[in-house]
């Protein structure tokens, strides 16, 4: 294989003799090694190569881009060809930029060089620990892997940095079955850089197992009331996710259609949640090391104890609204636990839902949110009474984070985020 920073030079030549007034580009090479399982036996071991070159050229304040899986000279004019012709065509704004340079940095993440079998010892054992611990559960498709990456990045304002890293991870798909009696699937995934703990263990995995044997025993949820749900890590996720994106993303900053707008230093939240976006954290498997925009990542809060510290803005928007871009580029959620513990979560409780997984369309820009509260269970005078079926929740995100009732002890490490469990008043809870 060719080295990398040849591939690198060559993209640099290319691209001053194309007439480039300034670019960045980064080229990957990926060699992952997979096996599956389906239908609970294993069908298939391979191993995989593939490579990236994505460019991205500036001339005249126009900005262009464009992206190859292949690192021969021929593909490396191409791309830049097509890169300057959306040059050509792009508007003209002299917001457009990224770092400058300092001393080149390299980073060594991770297991770069896989244990394969190792891995396959721990994909056998997690088959195994599912038959012996939750014979109900069928196991639809397995996935497991080791990636390792090697990246190089560069620009022509002397900015660099390499990575070397290698993860493991999987990705489960399952359902539970009993006599005529079947669940919907259920799904997760983990990524680790040991394998020094049984895959069982790792993220939510056994949670989830236990929750589809449970799933079996349903009953249609009647009736409609505004209460607490209990976000499980899966399900504050998701919820999570839309409201930072809805909230304090580059297109609603740009756009000035986030209700979030002009309220840095403001409180938006509970005082019990702090949101950090943190790839560097010790926790977070292989996290981004460098930006989209060529600067060194680094962990910050947005929200610090229910106070608004940032947005999550790119070079670009940055420039163009006055606002502070983001420390990284990442979306490596971290919220730490708080002082109650998920038992007394639940104990704490009068009526209300554990919510497993959410199901619904994106939110709109002013948060409001409805769709389906998949794999949940009903509480009742301070303890589960079962799993529930067809259950909707619908609310408002940023009203949901500023009712907050408790924070979990309790976190949920699964590589790429770390999440406690959160309840949360005012839902409105209904049956289909």
């Known amino acids: 294989m060719e080295d990398i920073r040849v591939i690198a030079q060559r993209t640099k030549d290319a691209l001053a003799r194309a007439g480039a007034q300034k670019a960045q580009y980064k080229v990957t090479m990926t060699e992952t090694h997979e096996f599956n399982v389906d239908g609970g036996e294993f069908s298939l071991f391979r191993t995989l190569f593939d490579n990236s070159l994505s460019v991205t050229a500036y001339k005249d304040n126009k900005k262009g881009s464009a992206i190859t899986n292949k690192l021969d000279d021929a593909a490396i004019g191409e791309t830049i060809e097509v890169c300057l012709k959306t040059v050509e065509s792009g508007i003209a704004d002299e917001a457009y930029d990224f770092a400058s340079g300092r001393e080149p940095e390299c980073f060594r993440e991770g297991c770069y060089e896989p244990d394969v079998d190792k891995l396959f010892e721990r994909t056998k054992e997690l088959m195994e620990d599912i038959r012996i611990r939750h014979p109900k559960v069928i196991v639809e498709q397995l996935i497991v892997s080791?990636?390792?990456?090697?990246?190089?990045?560069?620009?022509?304002?002397?900015?660099?940095?390499?990575?070397?890293?290698?993860?493991?991870?999987?990705?489960?798909?399952?359902?539970?079955?009993?006599?005529?009696?079947?669940?919907?699937?259920?799904?997760?995934?983990?990524?680790?850089?040991?394998?020094?703990?049984?895959?069982?263990?790792?993220?939510?995995?056994?949670?989830?197992?236990?929750?589809?044997?449970?799933?079996?025993?349903?009953?249609?949820?009647?009736?409609?009331?505004?209460?607490?749900?209990?976000?499980?890590?899966?399900?504050?996720?998701?919820?999570?996710?839309?409201?930072?994106?809805?909230?304090?993303?580059?297109?609603?900053?740009?756009?000035?259609?986030?209700?979030?707008?002009?309220?840095?230093?403001?409180?938006?939240?509970?005082?019990?949640?702090?949101?950090?976006?943190?790839?560097?954290?010790?926790?977070?498997?292989?996290?981004?090391?460098?930006?989209?925009?060529?600067?060194?990542?680094?962990?910050?809060?947005?929200?610090?104890?229910?106070v608004l510290l940032s947005y999550m803005l790119s070079l670009y928007v940055s420039n163009k609204s006055g606002y502070e871009r983001a420390k990284n580029s990442s979306y490596s959620i971290v919220v730490e636990g708080g002082d109650t513990s998920y038992d007394d979560i639940i104990k704490n409780m009068k009526k209300g839902i554990v919510v497993g997984r959410f199901s619904g369309g994106e939110p709109g820009t002013n948060g409001d949110f409805s769709g389906s509260a998949k794999n949940s269970f009903l509480v009742e005078d301070g303890k589960i009474k079962g799993a529930v079926s067809e259950v909707?929740?619908?609310?408002?995100?940023?009203?949901?984070?500023?009712?907050?009732?408790?924070?979990?002890?309790?976190?949920?490490?699964?590589?790429?985020?770390?999440?406690?469990?959160?309840?949360?008043?005012?839902?409105?809870?209904?049956?289909?």
């Open 392 to 432: 909707m929740i619908s609310g408002n995100l940023a009203e949901m984070l500023q009712n907050i009732v408790a924070v979990s002890k309790e976190t949920v490490e699964d590589g790429s985020t770390v999440l406690p469990y959160i309840a949360v008043d005012k839902i409105v809870i209904s049956g289909k």
């Open 146 to 306: 080791h990636k390792k990456n090697h990246t190089l990045y560069q620009n022509t304002k002397g900015a660099e940095f390499e990575v070397f890293a290698g993860e493991y991870s999987f990705s489960i798909m399952f359902s539970a079955h009993e006599g005529e009696q079947t669940t919907s699937f259920f799904g997760c995934d983990a990524k680790t850089d040991k394998l020094d703990r049984p895959f069982i263990e790792l993220g939510t995995v056994e949670r989830e197992l236990c929750d589809a044997e449970a799933q079996l025993a349903t009953v249609p949820f009647d009736g409609k009331w505004e209460g607490v749900a209990v976000l499980t890590p899966g399900a504050l996720a998701s919820l999570l996710f839309s409201a930072l994106y809805n909230f304090t993303s580059d297109s609603v900053i740009l756009d000035k259609t986030s209700i979030w707008l002009d309220k840095l230093n403001q409180k938006v939240a509970d005082e019990k949640l702090t949101v950090s976006i943190a790839p560097c954290d010790s926790r977070i498997c292989c996290g981004e090391r460098f930006t989209n925009d060529g600067f060194k990542s680094e962990d910050y809060d947005v929200i610090r104890d229910g």
